[in-house]
């Protein structure tokens, strides 16, 4: 599935890459010209849809670029168990141009319920949710929230644009089998200027254009390149407005076109057909395996112009889930966000990260209240991250002597890809990395490895837990950041679908307890929410970047999910389908269900397409459903 979204109504901002910058989305900024002799001259009202745009599915897994060609539209057919979300794909690609502004058209996108026979629903905006595919340095990756039950989309000539579906099945979804469809109509010029400015239209432009007096009114004063940032983002939303649909009769010389009745619509709109059978398994509220994702405050801190700690900071509107919690623990959010079953793990942090003086008193306090409450099982502490050499092993000791003084039963985590440089363990460097847990015990309890350590050696996960001692509370996680690189899984923005989802894949087969990443925010530095997205340099595209702020597409403040964050979503509930499958028929048939699928068999042999993902997972209901 290989399909990229381009903006719903809006010409994207750039996006700079880690080797310069440039736009990404499958146009030129020059390309605003006409685009042939049928520009204007059809009338979609008259001729049905099909013969204008191609429509049809692409799994979850398939990067869909705007070059992806067209294939014949199937019936979408999902399997989900209660409280799962799965979610497809809808790839839309004009066969000509109808409409006399740059774009090749507009199509309306509208979603029904999903009914079950006996009058159950799936809700849409509650279980149902649109979201326009967007590329980020040309790689599908953005998911921009559409409006429900009804939006539009603007369509490019010669591109694909993709429409990501997804269906959430709440935990007491009666099971069964539940239909709908999208029905997808090209619009026409006046169509779409003539219909009434609802209430959320208003507040969408009124919003979108404070945007840009927000931005450009306290400039005085400022550095030249914050003044210019500011004046590139206002163009942008600017121009997001003015070529949105809404004023779309501004570029058209054709005279007003009447709106299509529901008869109408009905014989020229194209129906998506999709199903969505509900079982009877229900996906435990709380991952089996916690994976937690760094969120960075200081991008937080300099994008938003909060100060860490202020009313700004704490108020409601900055809800900041990251690897510890944004409230102090005596705060009632604090304790509501920690006993949420949905969190598996967190963060509890540590002096050497705070910068006042009464730092250690005040941690010492928040660690006494934290011990205090259930939830203190789900604590652990990161106090340094991939020591190299003896000084920094010695600080790991150190600190964790220091905190295990006052809290006995405080959980140590340590990353980590070697030995100490300076004072090999062992003759090998691989044979020192492996006696790590030895060196540093009592002071970790959670030791956690980077999978490029492991190559494609898949047999010396072995040696690794050799050394632990799990009846001592002793885990294994493991870390993936800048490695391992491609063919193994990671996250990296251009890789295959199956191989972000593949990351999963591999902790389950190898045994590991828990998963680290290193950000999910991590951007380069910016002063205007609403600033083009740099990766970091040095990095490769996407590495510590798993969700975009809303205010980069539109006015927005919602995070805006990358396409990854949803495929690490899959992976996790590809774990609760094997743990139960290995319930079932023991840990054995769950690794050789794997391999006979060929799902995944080790991290350079994993399938690229997505039919076995759907094999492995009919076979685990069929197995399991009664």
């Not at 939303?237 to 007003?256: A, C, K, W, Y």
């Not at 944004?326 to 942090?349: G, I």
């Not at 350079?604 to 076979?619: A, K, N, Q, S």
């Amino acid at each position: 599935m290989d399909n990229s979204g381009n903006p719903q109504d809006t010409v994207v901002p750039p996006v700079e890459g880690v080797a310069g910058g440039g736009t990404a989305y499958g146009w030129n900024d020059n390309c605003s010209q006409s685009s042939g002799p049928l520009n204007g001259s059809i009338n979609p009202t008259e001729i049905p849809t099909a013969d204008l745009v191609h429509v049809w599915c692409m799994p979850s897994t398939a990067n869909v670029g705007p070059q992806e060609m067209p294939r014949p539209l199937e019936p979408i057919n999902l399997l989900a168990a209660r409280n799962e979300r799965e979610s497809v794909q809808i790839a839309l690609r004009p066969k000509v141009s109808w409409s006399s502004s740059s774009t090749a058209g507009v199509v309306q996108v509208q979603c029904s319920d999903l009914c079950s026979a006996s009058g159950d629903r799936l809700v849409v905006g509650q279980s149902l949710m649109l979201r326009r595919v967007v590329p980020i340095l040309g790689v599908p990756d953005a998911l921009v929230p559409l409006d429900l039950p009804v939006c539009q989309i603007s369509l490019f000539p010669g591109e694909t644009t993709a429409v990501w579906v997804s269906i959430d099945a709440p935990s007491a979804q009666p099971p069964g089998l539940y239909e709908g469809e999208i029905i997808i109509t090209s619009k026409a010029d006046t169509e779409l200027s003539s219909q009434c400015l609802g209430k959320g239209e208003k507040h969408r432009l009124f919003m979108e254009l404070r945007n840009c007096l927000d931005n450009v009114e306290p400039i005085e004063g400022k550095p030249l390149h914050e003044v210019v940032e500011r004046a590139k983002s206002t163009a942008t939303t600017l121009r997001r407005v003015i070529f949105s649909p809404l004023f779309s009769e501004f570029f058209s010389d054709n005279g007003p076109i009447d709106m299509m009745d529901e008869d109408a619509i009905s014989n020229l709109s194209v129906r998506v057909k999709l199903s969505l059978t509900v079982w009877d398994f229900i996906l435990p509220a709380t991952p089996s395996l916690p994976a937690v994702i760094g969120i960075s405050d200081t991008v937080i801190e300099d994008r938003f112009g909060v100060r860490h700690g202020s009313a700004e900071w704490w108020g409601e509107s900055m809800r900041v889930l990251t690897y510890t919690c944004p409230w102090p623990a005596d705060h009632p959010k604090s304790d509501e966000y920690f006993s949420d079953p949905r969190l598996a793990a967190y963060a509890v942090p540590y002096s050497p990260v705070l910068s006042n003086d009464g730092a250690k008193d005040y941690v010492r306090k928040e660690i006494e209240l934290l011990r205090t409450k259930a939830h203190w099982k789900k604590a652990y502490f990161y106090l340094w991250d991939e020591p190299l050499n003896m000084e920094h092993y010695s600080s790991v000791r150190n600190m964790a002597s220091e905190l295990r003084a006052y809290a006995p039963d405080a959980r140590v985590l340590t990353t980590y890809y070697c030995g100490p440089s300076d004072a090999p363990l062992g003759p090998t460097p691989f044979e020192s990395f492996v006696k790590v847990p030895k060196f540093l015990r009592p002071h970790t309890q959670i030791y956690c490895t980077s999978e490029w350590v492991l190559g494609n050696r898949e047999d010396l996960v072995k040696d690794i837990v050799t050394e632990l001692q799990p009846e001592n509370g002793e885990e294994w996680w493991t870390y993936v950041c800048m490695g391992p690189s491609d063919p193994h899984p990671n996250w990296h923005l251009g890789m295959r679908g199956s191989q972000h989802r593949a990351v999963m894949w591999r902790v389950w087969k190898e045994g590991g307890t828990g998963f680290l990443y290193w950000g999910a925010n991590c951007y380069e530095k910016a002063t205007v929410p609403s600033a083009e997205i740099r990766f970091r340099r040095g990095l490769p595209p996407g590495d510590g970047v798993l969700f975009y702020p809303g205010e980069v597409f539109s006015s927005s403040r919602q995070p805006v999910a990358s396409l990854r964050l949803e495929r690490i979503l899959s992976g996790l509930q590809d774990i609760e389908y094997l743990n139960l499958y290995a319930s079932r028929y023991g840990r054995d048939e769950g690794l050789a269900l794997l391999e006979k699928t060929g799902t995944y068999l080790g991290p350079e042999r994993y399938t690229i397409e997505h039919l076995p993902i759907d094999v492995m997972r009919g076979e685990i209901f069929n197995a399991c459903r009664h």
